[in-house]
């Protein structure tokens, strides 16, 4: 990590990783999006209204990695003071909300026809709403910070403390009883049966590419933001 | 001890911290957090007779019975080691069905559970129709041999 500590090299990498990742991102994600819509079989149970799993899930898992992603990058702040730890934490924040908002979003829609109900206090969309807010919380707290100059350190005790809803989302359907079910997918394997699941792992990957394309390239407009305001005081001053 | 390795064990002890308090918060949360009562929770005497509270389980297997009205069903939840028998006035979702999980909102009324709302609770389980209808099939012990 401390061989990016210098941005001119950090962008030598993000400038072609961020096209790249862009390029692929797209393919996986509109290929699996596109096998999901019309290659798989409609669910025994659900019928069609299955499909929208293969959108929600990487929605639900981005939104978590988002901040995990945001928790790591405090940790590096806070600690070894990473000189684009602070910038890597403000680009993936509104990545990470708006996955968060996807999941809630796409969770509602197939809450309707399988459930019969939009919205229901359980833990499991309790917890994942709260994440959503948290992600507002940290965009407003930090780009608070950066209007008075600060280093973002309150951001980043935020960001820290924050991650403790991870497992609280990840545990919910285990530790309470809940109206979402368990979790399909764990180490030992998945209760998703193989006809519906290939197209998942496609979209999971090619989300996960798209989400880490627009956090570079939200860190190569900040790191340019910052070198037109140095250069500015710089012109101003004598 | 150098700065940086100052901030690590400040950083690491309060992480720690945050965590212990909130797993222990969460810890004191089971019972009240739970999105509903069990029908073992009903016959234990746990949800207050007319107050408002959520009864989830399996719909038992042959237990939905219409009412002569066609608007009323009853039907018994059970999780294994109680049953509640349910009734209720209405339209339920699609994935309402007999051996499936439900989540009924209501009140319990002289022992019976009496529901205004009820929605349908799945598994984790996703395959395609030939597979399930083998597995309902199985199940119900009715595949027929070629």
Not at chain 1, 106 to 132: H, Q
Not at chain 1, 154 to 167: C, E, K, R, S
Not at chain 2, 54 to 78: A, C, K, N, W, Y
Request: one cysteine or more.
């Amino acid at each position: 990590m401390h061989a990016l500590a210098n941005p001119a090299r950090f962008l030598r990498i993000a400038r072609p990783a961020s096209s790249w990742l862009l390029a692929i991102g797209l393919a996986l994600a509109l290929g699996g999006m596109a096998a999901g819509l019309l290659l798989t079989p409609p669910d025994y149970l659900q019928g069609e209204t299955v499909r929208i799993l293969y959108i929600h899930v990487p929605s639900a898992w981005l939104g978590m990695a988002g901040w995990a992603g945001i928790a790591a990058a405090s940790v590096s702040q806070l600690v070894w003071r990473h000189p684009l730890a602070a910038v890597a934490g403000r680009a993936i924040a509104p990545a990470g909300a708006t996955f968060a908002a996807l999941c809630l979003v796409t969770g509602s829609i197939w809450g309707r026809p399988t459930w019969g109900t939009w919205w229901e206090w359980d833990g499991r969309l309790t917890s994942m709403l709260m994440l959503f807010f948290l992600y507002l919380g940290y965009i407003a707290l930090g780009s608070a910070e950066r209007e008075r100059g600060g280093e973002g350190r309150v951001t980043a005790i935020f960001g820290l403390v924050g991650a403790i809803n991870l497992p609280i989302i990840h545990y919910s359907v285990l530790w309470w009883r809940t109206l979402h079910q368990g979790q399909s997918i764990g180490v030992t394997g998945s209760s998703i049966d193989n006809a519906l699941l290939w197209p998942l792992p496609l979209t999971m990957f090619g989300f996960t590419c798209l989400f880490a394309a627009a956090v570079l390239m939200r860190m190569r407009a900040a790191l340019a933001e910052a070198k037109i305001e140095a250069r500015q005081r710089r012109m101003t001053q004598p | 001890m150098k700065p940086k390795n100052q901030r690590l064990v400040l950083v690491a002890a309060a992480a720690a911290a945050v965590l212990a308090a909130v797993l222990l918060a969460m810890w004191g949360l089971r019972d009240q957090a739970s999105y509903f009562y069990t029908p073992a929770d009903v016959a234990a005497g746990k949800a207050e007779e007319g107050r408002a509270v959520r009864l989830g389980g399996m719909v038992e297997s042959g237990s939905v019975r219409r009412q002569p009205d066609g608007v009323t069903i009853r039907f018994s939840v059970t999780d294994g080691q109680a049953r509640t028998p349910v009734t209720y006035r209405g339209i339920v979702p699609d994935l309402f069905r007999e051996g499936s999980g439900a989540v009924a909102e209501g009140r319990v009324v002289k022992g019976t559970f009496v529901a205004d709302t009820i929605l349908a609770k799945h598994d984790e389980r996703y395959m395609p129709p030939e597979l399930g209808n083998l597995a309902a099939e199985r199940k119900a012990g009715k595949t027929l041999q070629r």
